[in-house]
């Protein structure tokens, strides 16, 4: 049975940090490249990052790009998002997702597994 899990979630000050974390069980790691997605309440879900295979080619979306970094750990099983100079607007439910794609995608259907999420909230 595929899990995805994510961990590190929480309340944090505009401006802070946090680091989440996904580890992934039931499947080969390595083969899959990884994803975090966030949605908002009343808000479509929306790609935030994504890392190939092997961890050498990374994608971000505008909103995040320069404060946010993906990183694996194929070890692990574990990939994480690295989330700095937070802001409110980051507030969302961080969901990761893994995909048999040997491509990086930000949609959703490429995406084969996804995890039950986990709660960032950013006050002002």
């Known amino acids: 049975q595929v899990q995805l899990v994510e961990s590190g979630g929480g309340l944090v000050q505009a401006g802070g940090s946090l680091r989440l974390s996904c580890e992934a069980s039931?499947?080969?790691?390595?083969?899959?490249?990884m994803g975090w997605f966030r949605q908002a309440p009343g808000k479509e879900r929306e790609f935030v990052a994504a890392?190939?295979?092997?961890?050498?080619?990374?994608d971000y979306a505008g909103s995040t790009r320069g404060r946010f970094t993906i990183s694996r750990d194929n070890a692990k099983n574990t990939v994480y998002l690295q989330m700095n100079s937070l802001k409110p607007d980051d507030t969302a439910v961080y969901y990761c997702?893994?995909?048999?794609?040997?491509?990086?995608?930000?949609?959703?259907?490429?995406?084969?597994?996804w995890g039950q999420g986990t709660q960032v909230t950013v006050s002002s």
């Open positions: 890392i190939s295979r092997r961890g050498f080619s990374s």
């Open positions: 039931g499947v080969t790691f390595s083969d899959y490249s």
């Open positions: 997702a893994a995909s048999s794609f040997s491509y990086l995608s930000r949609g959703l259907v490429e995406y084969n597994y």
